[in-house]
């Protein structure tokens, strides 16, 4: 639900941005970020590395814990989130009146930001082998947004993932997600 964001980053393009993490022990940490949004990232050509068409700033914040239980070292991450958006953004339906501008006729309302929050978690339930990823996995998440400014204002899966299942082929993985995006009230 965030990547489908206008002016969210995801590979292969890259933004400035810088990260802090603090941990105070290996199990829990809280960090954050600021990083630059930039709808056309890298420019015309892909090389461009510099702040040209930088609209603002993108900030999260997240807790997590990482347990592992028990003799098998079971993993486990859990996840909670907050996003900001410091950029300027057209709302989906309405102009500066409240009355919709396909209608009015009047450009859309700008609004300054917007935001999103998150859960997610995924952890082991059986281990198949000595690699840390080798095992049985429940994961799942949901993403709340903004449905006055983003098209996906929630989205959530609920995935199983196996992965070492045949012990001869320990980098085989096997799979089923499920997902779900609710499109904004405003956009539809």
Known sequence: GVSAKRGFTTFPNSTWGARLRVSPNSRWY??????????????????????????G??????????????????????????????SRYDDLLYDAN????????????RHGGRHS???????MLHRNGKGS??????????????????????????????????AARPDDVAGLRGAHANISDRLT
């Not at 929050?117 to 952890?123: E, T």
């Open 30 to 55: 809280v960090q954050t970020g600021v990083y630059q949004v930039r709808p056309k990232a890298g420019g015309k050509y892909g090389f461009d590395w510099g702040w040209s068409n930088t609209t």
């Open 57 to 86: 700033a993108y900030i999260p914040v997240e807790a997590g814990w990482e347990p592992s239980f028990g003799p098998d070292e079971l993993n486990g991450h859990y996840k909670i989130g907050f996003t900001a958006d410091t």
């Open 98 to 109: 409240g009355v919709p501008f396909p209608i009015s006729g009047i450009p859309p309302a």
């Open 117 to 123: 929050v998150y859960v997610l978690a995924d952890q």
């Open 133 to 166: 990823e080798n095992g049985l996995v429940v994961l799942g998440g949901i993403t709340a947004s903004d449905k006055a400014t983003s098209k996906v204002s929630r989205f959530e899966f609920a995935a199983i993932r196996d992965q070492g299942l045949i």
